[in-house]
């Protein structure tokens, strides 16, 4: 009998978490698990690429301008056709939708995914800051808080949230595919004339969203 797990996650455009549950819904054996994705708020880029595996994605649609939409409507009665036995969530606003939603579901473990340091709260926007608050009543209650950093899973234990029921793994890349082996002479001077770097210059790049969690001020 095949487990029913249902990936709640607050968006799908490309980023970090969302590129983890698509490697992970890439080697995940749909002969024994029947997989629901739900997105809060739109398919994003990511969206389409899980479709391609076979597994169906829910949006939700939801954003501050619309709190309540007829998907969200809708979704008690797909996730109770659906009969989930995991929800496995990703990112603070998808972690405390799927908690209260469980309430009303008998049987369905819930499992966190953090993937935020929290260096100080009030760097957060203010939805942010209260879903974080609110959280820290609602992981007493989770199967199991998986951290993706050590720094993370203490900077929240500290900060209110449960400390019984939590576990670290760290995030996995693919070296070779990451490997500069990758990237041609060609490749490498077509970039610097479309920046207009002289070809005898080192190009260093940073990517990531100016937020002190990302450690700009670590990198330079």
């Known amino acids: ?13 490309t980023g970090g978490a ?5 490697k992970l819904l890439r080697v995940s054996d749909l002969d024994k698990y029947n997989i629901l ?12 690429q899980i479709e391609s ?3 169906k994605v829910h949006t939700l649609n939801l954003s501050q301008n619309r709190p309540i939409t007829i998907s969200l409507l809708k979704l008690p009665y797909v996730l109770v056709k659906f009969k989930p036995n995991i929800f496995n969530c990703w990112m603070y606003h998808a972690n405390l939708l799927a ?6 579901l008998s049987n369905v473990n819930v499992i966190w995914g953090v993937r935020h340091s929290l260096h100080d709260i ?3 926007k203010f939805l942010t800051r209260v879903v974080i608050n609110l959280s820290r009543y609602f992981s007493k209650k989770c199967k199991n808080i998986v951290f993706n950093s050590k720094v993370s899973l203490e900077q929240h234990v500290a900060y209110g949230f449960s400390k019984n029921n939590c576990s670290v793994i760290y995030n996995g890349f693919d070296s070779k595919h ?9 490749q490498r001077n077509d970039l610097k004339i479309s920046l207009k770097i002289p070809q005898n210059k080192m190009i260093v790049g940073y990517i990531a969203r100016f937020h ?4 700009h001020k670590i990198f330079f």
Request: net charge positive.
């Open 18 to 22: 969302e590129m983890m549950l698509l």
């Open 53 to 55: 595996l076979g597994i």
């Open 122 to 124: 009030k760097k957060e």
């Open 212 to 215: 002190p969690m990302k450690g």
């Open 178 to 186: 990451f490997s500069p082996e990758r990237i041609s002479n060609k």
């Open 1 to 13: 009998m095949k487990t029913n797990i249902v990936h709640f996650i607050t968006g799908l455009n």
């Open 99 to 104: 908690s209260i939603i469980s309430i009303f």
């Open 37 to 48: 994705v739900v997105s809060l708020i739109d398919k994003g880029t990511i969206g389409k």
